[in-house]
């Protein structure tokens, strides 16, 4: 069973990075081997149902609008 901390780690990691999401996407239970990643059967179950591409993308969107980057 993955902790809070763990989860927030595992989270951040799929927001930021795009091949490890859609990697979760397609086969969650590989990916979180192969990463190191225990999660619980309901850990992986609400994994599952999350949309991190959506809240990727929101985020994304966010940032954009409030991070001003100099030229």
Known sequence: MATENEMY?????ALA????RKSLKEDPEATL???????DPEQIASLKKADLSTVAESLDDRLSKTIVFPK
């Open 9 to 13: 780690e595992l989270v951040g990691r």
């Open 17 to 20: 990075d795009a091949e490890f």
């Open 33 to 39: 081997q192969s990463t190191g990643y225990r999660l």
